[in-house]
Nanobody
Framework: QVQLVESGGGLVQPGGSLRLSCAASASIFSIYIMGWYRQAPGKQRELVAVITRGGSTTYADSVKGRFTISRDNAKKMVYLQMNSLKPEDTAVYYC??????????????WGQGTQVTVSS
């Protein structure tokens, strides 16, 4: 079974930076799309950024120019560099990976979430 383990969340002041990491622990044939989503209290989960195996990226308008998503295919890891953080970035951040275990299947998996709090 695939486990996605996130790290890097925490408390940061407005204007600060954090870097989130997500590692997949399983024998995986290929990871097609990696992404980060977030859910603030009382709100629906929303897309933050995604990156394809080829490196194409998509960002939510609210984070463009401040967040950068990257991936290391060999290490099966995805990262989210978050700069110029704002209080409205406060949320639980979830890693998502759309992958194949055998080459004939494909499923999406979620991490357990990591809390990011932006506050002075």
């Amino acid at each position: 079974q695939v486990q996605l383990v996130e790290s890097g969340g925490g408390l940061v002041q407005p204007g600060g930076s954090l870097r989130l990491s997500c590692a997949a622990s399983a024998s995986i044939f290929s990871i097609y799309i990696m992404g980060w989503y977030r859910q603030a209290p009382g709100k629906q989960r929303e897309l933050v950024a995604v990156i394809t195996r080829g490196g194409s990226t998509t960002y939510a308008d609210s984070v463009k120019g401040r967040f950068t998503i990257s991936r290391d295919n060999a290490k099966k890891m995805v990262y989210l560099q978050m700069n110029s953080l704002k209080p409205e970035d406060t949320a639980v951040y979830y890693c998502n990976q759309y992958l194949s275990l055998t080459g004939t299947d494909s499923n999406a998996y979620w991490g357990q979430g990591t809390q990011v709090t932006v506050s002075s």
